[in-house]
């Protein structure tokens, strides 16, 4: 049985991608409202706020392509959005944007084809995912992209080596696929800017960098290619400065050049407007009521309702009730107002839900204030994963889903979470980690707080973070070995081309490996961090919200983690959350206007 109708069912993986322990729980309509929801009778309707052809939930990169798109297709519409800001997480993002043959790529001489990419994609997914969803991604993606383009300012950038993520595939690209928003002036937003959701990370003041760039900052103290880059930056942020310019770039520009848009079509966006539930009348959705100024009201959707509310990473109840522990809301960087009230609303109506067990993982340092999504840190040269036992578990370098989807396997009997990736002093002089650039002194309240620790020998540092010494001893022994004979038999890392995205070149014969010799040495707490969750209102190839047996709902799209992932319980390569979220929200927005 396809895990899409079976939500319950334990999915096991390939190898590469680790496996994921423990069940979605299957979607059941909770909560009866009288003329709203799953109702068994009618009472008094919510004032009128308006009505429109489409109702679209959410500001993500999801809700706003879907208006756009509606709006392009001659349809009124509004998006209503939770937050005071817009954007969402994407906003907060990098803003990677997976989307095989798409007019950037192909124009930049990437050999892509659909066969290429049909075979990629089912390699990577495997059955999780029906074969006419993963169609309509592919063959909608690039449309979409060439439709952004002609309706808002936004321009993209191939993220040229940015490989897939699991190139080695039938279809992978090792030099990858995935693209970026170019620059875009943020005066074009004009008061709406101060509107935007900020940055998951600030730019460094007075440097316009995009996504690509960190690859290349966090090795400029020791590469030439490095210092070139961050004198790039410099400069684009100092031309910007001269002509007057507020330059946006990732998930600043990708949100700002979607409003934009809807500004350009008159498509009106209302804050501070969180969703309350969705009005059905004989089973169809025709409408939602939300709360505006305080109060309840209706807003009629002739044509169908398009949730694009996001996940539900800030729900601690939902996240206890759907997914492996230890969990919380403490760990992941999603936006704060991702709670799940437009799945729960989808499910009151009688959408089913699949997924719910999984999410955009990644490691993560609880870092005071927030967590940090660790990328180049745990791959760069120089440093290993240890569990609780003083042992590698995991290929280090292997894309960033796998590594906790491997901490929850094995975490119920050889724990791994949190886990603690360990450094000497020789990576410290060498690389940028986070935003401390090398040799500077870590903030004190990284130590403080238990989320780095710091010794001048590895029984020490053992110590401190209470696993055995001998253990760790003998583990960085054997890593050491591995690291000069350049080959990793124990884990594979640097096996895949994507293992060397986030390494330093002149490290060789490996550039994912480096022994660790020169004390102190460096611990940093490491635990299942996600960008947000990936489970939610099932939904078919024309972004229609499914019953549990499989008829779809008059007048309900989803797009985005409001909805189960087109990419199933796998990740295909940077971008792969917005490239979809993007995709459905425009296919949500055909299928509403008639024409898909």
């Not at 540092?461 to 004979?485: D, E, K, Q, W, Y």
């Not at 909805?563 to 425009?586: D, R």
Request: hydrophobic residues 45%; aromatic residues 8%.
């Amino acid at each position: 049985m396809n895990p899409e109708t079976d939500p319950a069912r334990q999915t096991q993986l390939p190898s590469r991608r680790g496996v994921l322990a423990g069940a979605a729980g299957a979607g059941v309509a909770v909560g009866v409202g009288v003329g709203v929801g799953a109702t068994a009778a009618r009472a008094a309707t919510p004032p009128l706020l308006g009505t429109y052809d489409v109702v679209v939930i959410g500001s993500g990169a999801a809700g706003m392509t879907a208006a756009l798109t509606a709006a392009k297709q001659g349809l009124t519409c509004v998006v209503v959005e939770k937050a005071p800001t817009f954007g969402g997480s994407a906003a907060r993002s990098g803003a990677g944007i997976w989307i095989p043959n798409n007019s950037v790529i192909l124009a930049a001489g990437v050999p892509d084809t659909p066969a290429k990419a049909a075979a990629y994609l089912a390699a990577v997914v495997g059955p999780d995912i029906p074969a006419a969803r993963r169609q309509a991604f592919l063959a909608h993606g690039p449309a979409m992209i060439s439709f952004v383009m002609a309706n808002s300012p936004l321009r993209f950038r191939w993220m040229e080596g940015y490989s897939d993520y699991y190139p080695e595939l039938p279809g992978g690209l090792p030099n990858g696929r995935s693209i970026e928003p170019d620059q875009l002036d943020g005066n074009v937003l004009g008061a709406e800017l101060a509107n935007l959701n900020p940055p998951y990370l600030a730019v460094p003041s007075g440097m316009v960098v995009f996504s690509a760039d960190y690859k290349w900052l966090a090795l400029s103290a020791v590469n030439a290619k490095g210092t070139a880059v961050a004198v790039e930056c410099l400069a684009r942020g100092t031309k910007a400065a001269l002509l007057g310019q507020k330059p946006l770039t990732m998930g600043q520009a990708l949100a700002g050049g979607l409003r934009a848009g809807l500004a350009s079509a008159g498509v009106p966006v209302w804050l501070n407007t969180p969703l309350t539930d969705l009005y059905l009348e004989s089973g169809t959705v025709t409408g939602a009521v939300v709360t505006r100024n305080g109060t309840p009201g209706l807003l009629r959707a002739r044509r169908g309702v398009i949730v694009g509310s996001g996940g539900f990473e800030h729900n601690a109840a939902m996240r206890n009730q759907y997914q492996q522990q230890p969990i919380g809301t403490e760990w992941t960087v999603g936006a704060k107002e991702n709670t799940g009230d437009g799945i729960r609303a989808g499910e009151r109506a009688g959408g089913s839900l699949a997924l719910m067990d999984d999410a955009w993982w990644g490691p993560a340092i609880p870092l005071p204030g927030e967590p940090y999504f660790c990328l180049a840190e745990r791959t760069l040269p120089g440093g290993l994963l240890v569990n609780a036992a003083g042992s590698r578990f995991v290929n280090e370098a292997g894309p960033y889903s796998d590594v906790v989807h491997t901490m929850y396997e094995r975490n119920p009997t050889d724990p791994d979470i949190p886990a603690w990736l360990i450094v000497d002093q020789n990576y410290r002089n060498r690389y940028l980690f986070k935003d401390v650039a090398p040799t500077f002194v870590l903030p004190a309240d990284w130590y403080n707080s238990g989320a780095a620790y710091k010794a001048w020998n590895l029984d020490a540092l053992a110590t401190s973070i209470g696993v055995p010494p001998a253990a760790l001893r003998t583990t960085v022994s054997r890593f050491n070995s591995l690291a000069l004979n350049g080959d990793d038999t124990d884990f594979g890392r640097g096996d895949s081309a994507y293992d060397h995205y986030y390494t330093d070149p002149a490290v060789l014969p490996n550039s994912c490996l480096a022994p660790l010799w020169l004390p102190p040495y460096y611990a940093f707490r490491i635990v299942p961090g996600d960008l947000g969750t990936k489970g939610g209102l099932r939904t078919d190839a024309r972004a229609r919200v499914l019953r549990a047996d499989g008829t779809a709902i008059p007048g309900l799209y989803a797009a985005g983690n409001a909805s189960a992932a087109v990419m199933g319980h796998s990740y295909a390569g940077a971008g792969s959350t917005i490239g979809p979220a993007m995709t459905f929200g425009y296919v949500a927005a055909l299928a509403a206007a008639g024409v898909l």
